[in-house]
């Protein structure tokens, strides 16, 4: 089955720098990346994804790029607040029918005022 | 977004009863639903997909006369906890997915706490 390995696991950054989370997956047959924030004790929501089609996508301040024949894909937030501050997991689909989504490790991100 | 509810959000119960948590998909038809489990700390574990109307698939090492799963409904499915112990406790998640789109819509989770 899929393998995502994501970094790092904690960041800390000062608010209105920027933060990149990385991933790497394992099965080329993967064709969906999303990203989910998740807050303590409550449901990941999903903030950004992108497809195998598509090298980069862009939301207001977040970005997220795919490298499909290295097989990694990034987060990227710019002009960090405070309330970006959130466990951060990155996804892949893996192409099995039921669209199993297999989460990285996830990173835990602090944005300091 | 699609909304996906969940509950109970929290459930307290003693060793040896069983739990059941439900997961329900109010503006769209779930063809799949995914129950996860998450340790403090640590990411999603996958513990089986169900999908509406057949039995559902099981991750390695995930005891499903441990973890019992119903969809008998698109909008609709259950996870129960038989006989629980204090291992058990975790925070549990389910999500949804219609038969239209590829994004996952998460419950807002369930917090079993075993004594």
């Known amino acids: 089955g899929e393998n995502v390995e994501q970094h790092p696991s904690t960041l800390s950054v000062q608010e209105g720098d920027s933060a990149v989370i990385k991933c790497t997956y394992s099965?080329?047959?993967?064709?969906?990346f999303p990203w989910y924030k998740q807050e303590l004790g409550k449901r990941p929501q999903l903030i950004i994804d992108i497809r195998s089609n598509v090298g980069e996508k862009k939301d207001q301040r977040i970005a997220v790029t795919l490298n499909k024949t290295a097989k990694h894909f990034s987060l990227h937030i710019t002009e960090t607040q405070p309330e970006d501050s959130a466990v951060y997991f990155c996804a892949a689909s893996d192409q099995t029918g039921a669209n199993n989504l297999f989460f990285g490790t996830g990173t835990r991100l602090t944005v300091i005022p | 977004g699609a909304v996906v509810s969940q509950h109970p959000s929290r459930v307290i119960c003693k060793s040896g009863t069983s739990v059941k948590i439900e997961c329900r998909s109010l503006?769209?038809?779930?063809?799949?639903m995914f129950w996860y489990r998450q340790f403090p700390k640590q990411s999603l574990m996958l513990m089986a997909t169900s999908n509406e109307g057949s039995k559902a698939t099981y991750e390695q090492g995930v005891e499903k006369d441990k973890f019992l799963i119903n969809h008998a409904s698109l909008t609709l499915s259950t996870l129960t906890v038989t006989s629980a112990h204090p291992e058990d406790s975790s925070f549990y998640i389910c999500?949804?997915?219609?038969?239209?789109?590829?994004?996952?819509?998460f419950g807002s989770g369930t917090q079993l706490s075993v004594l």
């Open positions: 999500s949804a997915r219609s038969q239209f789109a590829e994004k996952l819509f």
């Open positions: 099965d080329s047959a993967s064709n969906y």
């Open positions: 503006d769209f038809q779930a063809t799949t």
